[in-house]
């Protein structure tokens, strides 16, 4: 008798930042609202915490005073995009928080 486990990757991006709370949070909300229209996610904020999810994907975006950390979770379909995925989203979170912010 076999057993199947669905794999699950996990994707975490830490970037620094020198934004005010405001800020950080319109960088944020850029960030989501980019995310709700491309990829059909639904978004929701609780404090500074964004959960966001749609099928196949979940995670969350957690603003700190001098750091964004966004952590997502790719279910067993997404695993092999994982690389680009994550490539993309350092690029975001570093345009978005970054120096030239």
Same mark, same amino acid.
């Given at each position: ?6 794999? =699950?990757? *996990?994707?975490? /991006? ?7 709370? #405001?800020?950080?949070?319109? $960088? ?19 404090g ?8 196949? =994907?979940? *995670?969350?975006? /957690?603003?700190?005073?001098k750091?964004?950390?966004? #952590?997502?979770?790719?279910g $067993?379909?997404l ?19 970054g120096?030239?912010?």
């Open positions: 008798m076999s057993e199947r486990h669905d794999e =699950v990757t *996990g994707i975490s /991006v830490r970037q620094s930042h020198r934004l005010s709370p #405001d800020n950080a949070i319109a $960088a944020a909300r850029k960030i989501a609202d980019r995310m709700v229209a491309e990829y059909d996610m639904t978004a929701e904020w609780d500074n915490t964004l959960h966001f999810k749609r099928s196949g =994907v979940s *995670g969350t975006l /957690v603003l700190h005073e750091e964004a950390q966004l #952590d997502l979770t790719l $067993a379909l695993t092999l995009f994982a690389a680009s995925i994550e490539e993309k989203i350092v690029q975001q979170m570093s345009k978005v928080f120096e030239k912010a």
